[in-house]
C-alpha cells in the first residue's frame, strides 16, 4: 500500500511555496514568485478595439499593455506540434467594436507588438489538451509508434462530445484509461468553470492561467493516495477549495488553514526544505551520504559514518546501503536531479545483497513519476541509472555560484537568507519579543529594502516588534546575527 501524501501550499511576500511529504518526508519541493506578467495560455476577458474584415482579425484589449491580435491564422496554436486533423474548418467569430470576448493567449508580444490570441481555447493536462469548440484528434509527433497512436486516437475519440477536440500528449501512453477520463472531465468542468467566471469578470480579468504554481501541483499530484492540504492563508485556502471541486469527488480532499505565517517552521519541514542546499544527508542510523553535482553527471558517495553495526561488517555495510538506497531515491526526487547519476554503495561482498540493494533501489524509483533506468551493480559497487528530469530544478532558485571561489562552488542565494530570516522575525514576535537587531551581509540587506511585499508582511504579522538592520561587508552571504530586545543601535542601522 502506497505511502499517504500531504500536500503543503502557502504564499507570502510575492512567493508561491509548495510541498510534498510522504509519511513526514519530504519527496517534493517547489517555489517561484507570483508572476504578474502575460504568459502563454493565459485567458482573459477582452473587449474588442477594433475590427479588421480583410483580415479576419481584430484587436482586442485584455488589460494588458497593448492590445492583443486576434487572427484566423491562429486558431490552433501549436499545432505543428501535433499530428491529426480538424474535422470542421474554423470560422472567424462575427465581431463588432465593443463586443466582450473569452480569449486565450498563444503567443507573447514581441517588441511593439501585443500578444497573439485566440477564441478557441485549450486548456492541458498531464495526458491530454482539451479543446472545448475545435473538434479536432491530435497525438503528439513524440509519440512515433503507428499503432499506438492509432490505438491512443481511438481511445480518445470514443471519450469526447462532437464539438470537441483532445490531443494526446507524449505521458499518455504510461496513464491508465482511468486516469485519462479523469482528466478529460476536470478539464471539460474547468472550461464550465472559466465560462461562468466570465459573465461577471470585468474586461481585462485574467481568468486562468497554467502558470500558478497550485494549479500544476493539484493536477500533477492530486489523487486517492493525497490524505490532505495544508494552506498558510484564507486567500489560499479559497483558491485550492475552488480547484479541488474541479475533481471528481473521490480525489477530493479537506483543505485545512494553518495561517500563522510559520507553517513550515511549526510543522516541522524548514529543516527539511533548508537540507536540500547540503551535499550532505544524514541517514537514521548515523551513516550518511554526499551527493554532488558535476557538469556530466551526479555522484553519490556512501558513508558508514558513525554506525558500527551490532552484529558483523557485512551486515553494518548491507543495512547502510540498504537505508541509502531509499534515501536516495526520495533526494534525487526531491532535488529533482536528471541525467546520469552514479552511486557509489560501500563494498559488500554477499552477491545476493549487492543485489538486494538494488532491487530495493529500482522498486523506490518506480514510484517517481519521472522515468528512470537502473544498471545492475559493477564490481566495484557503483550503481548507475538514469532519471528524466521533470520541470524545474528547485536548487537553481536557491544556489547560485560563489563568486570568491571562481564558480567552483555554490552558495544560498540572498533570497533565500531573507526568507528564512523573515521566519526568525516572526517566530521572536510570537516569543512576545519587541525589538530585534540584525547584522547582516551589505549585499543581502539592500535585496530586503528593496522587497516591499516582504517588508510589508512582516510589519502586518509582526505588528508591535521593532527590526533593526545592520550592515556588514564582511558578513558572508548566510550570514545572520539576531540580538533580541537589549541591544545598541548604531549609526548605520536600518529601521525595517
Not at 518526508?25 to 477582452?46: H, L, R
Not at 473587449?47 to 479588421?52: G, H, I, Q, T
Not at 519541514?269 to 551535499?279: A, N, Y
Not at 528512470?372 to 521533470?390: A, H, W
Amino acid at each position: 500500500m502506497s505511502a499517504k501524501k500531504t500536500i503543503y501550499f502557502d504564499s507570502f511576500c510575492g512567493i508561491t511555496v509548495s510541498v510534498i511529504a510522504e509519511n513526514g518526508k519530504i519527496t517534493e519541493f517547489n517555489y517561484e514568485k507570483q508572476k504578474k506578467t502575460c504568459a502563454v495560455g493565459n485567458v482573459y476577458k477582452g473587449r474588442v478595439e477594433s475590427v479588421l474584415n480583410g483580415m479576419q482579425a481584430a484587436f482586442v484589449n485584455c488589460g494588458l499593455e497593448r492590445n492583443c491580435f486576434l487572427s484566423a491564422e491562429d486558431a490552433l496554436p501549436d499545432s505543428e506540434k501535433y499530428e491529426g486533423a480538424p474535422s470542421a474548418e474554423y470560422t472567424f467569430p462575427e465581431l463588432k467594436e465593443g463586443d466582450e470576448v473569452v480569449v486565450q493567449v498563444s503567443k507573447l508580444p514581441v517588441g511593439k507588438k501585443g500578444a497573439k490570441v485566440t477564441t478557441r481555447l485549450s486548456l492541458v493536462g498531464n495526458y491530454l489538451i482539451y479543446l472545448p469548440d475545435s473538434p479536432f484528434i491530435g497525438v503528439s509527433r513524440k509519440i512515433d509508434d503507428e499503432e499506438l497512436r492509432h490505438n491512443l486516437a481511438y481511445t480518445v475519440k470514443r471519450i469526447k462530445e462532437d464539438e470537441e477536440g483532445l490531443v494526446v500528449r507524449t505521458a499518455a501512453p504510461y496513464a491508465r484509461h482511468g486516469n485519462i477520463k479523469q482528466e478529460y472531465a476536470y478539464l471539460k468542468k474547468l472550461y464550465g468553470e472559466i465560462l461562468e467566471k466570465s459573465k461577471t469578470a470585468e474586461v481585462g480579468e485574467l481568468l486562468h492561467t497554467d502558470d500558478f504554481l497550485t494549479v500544476r501541483v493539484l493536477r500533477d499530484v492530486l489523487s486517492r493516495d493525497v490524505d490532505k492540504i495544508v494552506v498558510g492563508n484564507s486567500k489560499l485556502k479559497e483558491s485550492v477549495e475552488g480547484l479541488i471541486n474541479l475533481y471528481p469527488a473521490d480525489t477530493r480532499r479537506p483543505v485545512v488553514l494553518h495561517d500563522t505565517g510559520l507553517m513550515f517552521d511549526e510543522l516541522g519541514l524548514s529543516e527539511q526544505i533548508l537540507s536540500i542546499v547540503s551535499p550532505r544527508i544524514d541517514l537514521e542510523n548515523g551513516g550518511y551520504i554526499v551527493i554532488e553535482k558535476t557538469e556530466a553527471l551526479t555522484v553519490i558517495d556512501v558513508n558508514t559514518g558513525k554506525f558500527t553495526g551490532d552484529y558483523n561488517l557485512e551486515q553494518t555495510v548491507y543495512h547502510t546501503n540498504l537505508l541509502a538506497a531509499r534515501e536516495i531515491a526520495r533526494q534525487v526526487r526531491l532535488r529533482n536531479v536528471g541525467g546520469i547519476v552514479v552511486v557509489d554503495f560501500i563494498d559488500m561482498n554477499s552477491v545476493a545483497h549487492n543485489r538486494a540493494i538494488v532491487e530495493e533501489l529500482e522498486r523506490l524509483l518506480k514510484t517517481d513519476k519521472a522515468k528512470c533506468v537502473v544498471s545492475p551493480m559493477s564490481q566495484f559497487g557503483l550503481v548507475e541509472f538514469t532519471r528524466k528530469r521533470i520541470g524545474s530544478n528547485p536548487l537553481n532558485r536557491m544556489m547560485k555560484p560563489c563568486k570568491h571561489c571562481r564558480a567552483s562552488g555554490y552558495t544560498v542565494t540572498e533570497e533565500l537568507v531573507i526568507v528564512r530570516l523573515r521566519s526568525k522575525i516572526l517566530q521572536a514576535a510570537a516569543d512576545g519579543v519587541k525589538a530585534v537587531r540584525v547584522d547582516m551581509n551589505a549585499d543581502v540587506l539592500s535585496m530586503l529594502l528593496k522587497w516591499e511585499e516582504l517588508k510589508a508582511d512582516v510589519k502586518e504579522r509582526a505588528a508591535g516588534l521593532e527590526v533593526y538592520a545592520v550592515p556588514h561587508r564582511t558578513y558572508g552571504v548566510e550570514q545572520l546575527s539576531l540580538t533580541l530586545d537589549k541591544f545598541d543601535i548604531s549609526s548605520d542601522a536600518v529601521k525595517l
